[in-house]
């Protein structure tokens, strides 16, 4: 057993046999640092055939593998890994991991590392721009300019409504969320609810934020926005049922998981105006059908997963990715591990 300083936790290592380079498969292509950081630490990179490869390609090449960094939505099951069982390690390139299953990784000493904190900025970013964009109606009036509908001022025609002083309610006060809350507060002097696993003393203190019910949220808010750890028992999370509480001028921003709403009763609420409008950076599948029916409606803005879509957050991403990546391979801890418990 060795313990970790700053922690005083004690950790159980896999004893890997450190003269063997460990093979690391990276399914789709990863900014250069991260690439780099694996090379120069002696380990093997599983060259990719195809930027894009099929389901059985990504197989066969995680039957290769000790280790995998992950791009994407592959699925990490208990099938997974009876077939591939040299798997040892999985470096995700992202925050979520609800395509793991953490329970079969754990139950295997199976470390799953994740990239927290370096994009939380660029995601929260992405909400706060989404919010705007619905409050203001932007995607109608730009598709108005495109169109050459543009007509003379109308003091009636393409109103939104102003953010100052309205309720901004938050599913998930985290990293994430506490970004999006303290923009918010800053510009338009929002008063922060929000629904959580826990309180956030942070965020009542720095932001006057308020713990509420997730029923208080959902009536109370002048705008939602989820920033929560997706789990399969949140799937549908808001539905109809849900939407029919909600205040009429409420704006619906999701940049967290696809699966929190239900699209169908999305699209109801919005076709028959029982809110304002929605923001969405996440689907569910992924990529969306273009032909798919909230497209077309004038109420919504929906971008192709772009939260953490900036050079800094995705080269702070793949740095981490492979940091995680490096310290399995020298027999220590992930630092940033979302099964901690196998070290114990």
Known sequence: MKQDIKTGASFRFLHLNLSIKMKVFINKRIPQIGIDLLKEN??????????????????????????????GKNKYDKDFFENCPNVKAISLFSVGFDQVDIAEA???????GNTPDVLSKATSDVA???????S??????IDKVKSGSWKDFDALEQLGQELYGKTLGILGLGRI???MAEKCKAAFGMDIIYHNRSHNEQAENELDAKYVSFEELVQSSDVISIHANYTTEQADMFNRSVFDKMKSNLIFINTARGGFHNEKDLYEALRSGKIWGAGLDVTNPEPMNHEN?????PNICILPHIGSATIEARNGMSKIAAENIIAFSQNQPMP???NPEIYQ
């Not at 002696?42 to 000790?66: F, G, T, Y």
């Not at 754990?106 to 799953?112: D, E, F, N």
Request: proline content about 5%; charged content about 25%.
């Open 336 to 338: 940033h591990c979302v």
């Open 128 to 134: 706060f721009l989404l919010m705007q964009m619905v």
């Open 106 to 112: 754990t139950k295997r000493k199976i470390p799953v």
């Open 136 to 141: 203001r109606k932007a995607n109608y009036n």
């Open 42 to 71: 002696n380990l093997q990179i599983i060259d990719l055939e195809n930027d894009d490869p099929s389901h059985e390609e990504w197989l066969e090449n995680c039957k290769k593998a000790d280790i995998i960094l992950n791009v």
């Open 177 to 179: 969320g506490f970004e």
């Open 293 to 297: 029916p909230l497209l077309q409606l």
